[in-house]
């Protein structure tokens, strides 16, 4: 990467009250991080949504990039990827969440892009039996190689982080704070050996506390990195709760394991379910048959036919209308633009692969036939 263009990228995230979506803005209207450091005030105020305190802020913000500089010499120092939004290996899934972060700070070495990462939260106190289910469901996940995301806390995180590490499935960590330190610090030993089988992962600067406030921003990055979201032990006001409101929000699907009723750290998880916020599994075979990734990995057993165009269901004729200005498309921009779950999407892809009519690719890519 061009360490000029670097420190624009990060000098962009420094400017005062400009936040993830109005970041995005100003690329799109000004060309380059850089370029926006350029624009006088009159030119600012055309772009929508920047005000004139805004303007007045971007205009005021040279100095943000002798704090961009300090960051470059840390990320240099000790080898941290910075994953830029406009870059080709920033996690595409994120791209399609309106709020995802502009700047992405990383170190490890799993490909975020990878087939299949399913987030696994719950609560930090968790009842043997959710530590049972836990642990069995990450055991039985060996098999799908998928990611396994979650937040590094104390409780159902840890835990998941630590079962995959000993089933030998990259684990990634998402952090509330730099990269600078570990919070909780208990967890130090797990995060290292995490950088060598999976990475760590924040939008967050070195030097940065783990305070309240980042926690929820925390939890949209294990939201929207993710193809499935598993819940498997929460109150009622649970931070796994936000962390699943945020994932349905973004088109994801949502999985919880069932509780004993009148169980307090049941009633959040129970709760979803009841609410059909979220689909009710009991083991890792319920979340393979949902996602359908049993399916894909079988789809060399099924014979393929080709079908006529005329008989595509109104949803299959969406996903080909797609193809009309492209001719490869990532799974995720399907669900972005038809609103469809990614289960939802990904029978229809499989269907149509089925049927010759689209094929698949590395990086859920699909281009037409």
Known sequence: MNRNELLYQIGLTLIEGIGDINAKNLLAYCGSSAEVFKQKKAHLLKIPGIGTYLAQS????????????????????????????????????????????????????????????????????????????????????KSSNAIILSGLAYGVDVLAHKTALDEGLETVGVLAHGLDRIYPQLHDNIAKKMISQGGLLTDFMSGTNPDAVNFPKRNRIVAGLCDALVVIESKRQGGSLITATIASSYNKDVFAFPGKAGDVLAE???????????????????????????????????????????????????????????????????CHSTQMPISKIAGLLLQMEFSNIIKSKPGKMYERI
């Open 58 to 141: 971007i205009v005021n913000s040279r100095n943000v990039l002798i704090r961009a500089e300090k960051e470059m010499e840390f990320i240099e120092k000790f080898k941290i990827t910075p994953l830029f939004f406009s870059n080709e290996n920033y996690p595409q899934r994120l791209k399609y969440c309106s709020d995802s972060p502009i700047m992405l700070y990383y170190k490890g070495n799993a490909d975020l892009n990878k087939e299949k990462i399913v987030s696994v939260v719950g609560t930090r106190k968790p009842s043997e039996y959710g530590k049972e289910k836990t642990k069995q469901l990450i055991e039985d996940l």
């Open 268 to 334: 959040g998880s129970n709760g979803l379910i009841k609410q059909n916020k979220a689909g009710l599994i009991e083991n890792a075979a319920d979340l393979l048959y949902a996602m359908q990734w049993e399916e894909k990995e079988n789809k060399k057993d099924h014979s393929k036919q080709t079908a006529l165009l005329i008989n595509l269901s109104d949803e299959e004729k969406l996903i080909l209308k797609a193809f009309e200005t492209k001719t490869e498309i990532h799974m995720d921009e399907f």
